[in-house]
């Protein structure tokens, strides 16, 4: 069950599960890509169910499982891999444009697995995979609602493990680097924002994201193959994750000055 299916990462991880015989259950708002999803991971004895499903929206998801098992007999491995990003300070940044982007990054990971787990607990080897973010590991100026989202994402996900443990369920919380996505473009901007500054930002923010999604996905998944718990995607992501743990508390000193020059 992956959410999140109908492009970037989402699309990457689908087909690398497609390429390994898994059959699928893809779930998106966007119809249309949903549907050219399915067919490029369509292979010979894998099925591919579409579900239209707005992650944000508490009673699609509390009926989720039942349209999943109209067209599968049971979930061993759920991905909430649906996020939105938003960027600005705090101050630019309204409440409810904070509040529809937790609905997303946060909320709808936390009601998926609600809704997920009982069918998680009947197979004899399954898995979640929350999407955090290497802002789920530091947390840079400009994405004060992103970088909340994504570390709740995280923090939830850790606990959730301590809690399964002894269970027939694992946890993987997936950090990625700057993977070559449309996320940036679908960003929300704070609505007092100047265009030139708008512009500036989300080019900015565009020239980071290098990584093919398909390299990506296949890191993921290669990455719940072998259960890990923590799931960095890129090198970037490893650089930045170990320079977090070595200046916990001044890592943007460093990092600050290298994304000025």
């Given at each position: 069950m992956v959410t999140g299916a109908a492009g970037g990462i989402g699309r990457a991880i689908a087909g690398s599960l497609a390429r390994r015989g898994c059959h699928l259950a893809l779930a998106d708002i966007d119809d249309a890509a949903l549907e050219r999803?399915?067919?490029?991971?369509?292979?010979?004895?894998?099925?591919?169910s579409r579900h239209h499903l707005?992650?944000?929206?508490?009673?699609?998801v509390a009926a989720f499982p039942q349209h999943v098992t109209a067209e599968h007999p049971g979930v061993d491995l759920l991905v909430n891999n649906a996020g939105v990003a938003l960027f600005g300070t705090f101050e630019q940044v309204s409440e409810s444009d904070f509040e529809?982007?937790?609905?997303?990054?946060?909320?709808?990971?936390?009601?998926?697995?609600?809704?997920?787990l009982p069918l998680l607990h009947q197979s004899?080897?399954?898995?979640?995979?929350?999407?955090?973010?290497?802002?789920?590991?530091?947390?840079?100026?400009?994405?004060?609602?992103?970088?909340?989202?994504?570390?709740?994402?995280?923090g939830f996900s850790e606990s959730l493990r301590q809690e399964l443990a002894g269970t027939r369920i694992g946890v993987s919380v997936?950090?990625?680097?700057?993977?070559?996505?449309?996320?940036?473009?679908?960003?929300?901007?704070?609505?007092?924002i100047a265009e030139d500054e708008a512009v500036g930002r989300l080019k900015s923010f565009e020239s980071f994201l290098r990584l093919p999604p398909e390299i990506a996905g296949e890191i993921i998944v290669r990455g719940v193959e072998n259960c890990k718990a923590r799931i960095l995607v890129?090198?970037?992501?490893?650089?930045?994750?170990?320079?977090?743990?070595?200046?916990?508390?001044?890592?943007?000193?460093?990092?600050?000055?290298?994304?000025k020059k």
């Open positions: 999803t399915a067919a490029e991971v369509a292979a010979p004895g894998v099925r591919v707005d992650v944000s929206d508490r009673a699609a529809w982007l937790f609905a997303i990054n946060f909320w709808g990971v936390v009601r998926m697995t609600r809704a997920l004899d080897d399954a898995r979640v995979v929350n999407m955090s973010s290497l802002f789920g590991l530091i947390a840079p100026p400009g994405q004060t609602a992103y970088a909340a989202s994504k570390f709740a994402v995280r997936v950090h990625p680097g700057g993977v070559a996505t449309s996320i940036a473009k679908s960003a929300r901007l704070p609505q007092d890129g090198s970037d992501a490893k650089t930045i994750a170990l320079i977090e743990r070595l200046m916990p508390v001044t890592y943007w000193n460093l990092l600050g000055r290298k994304l």
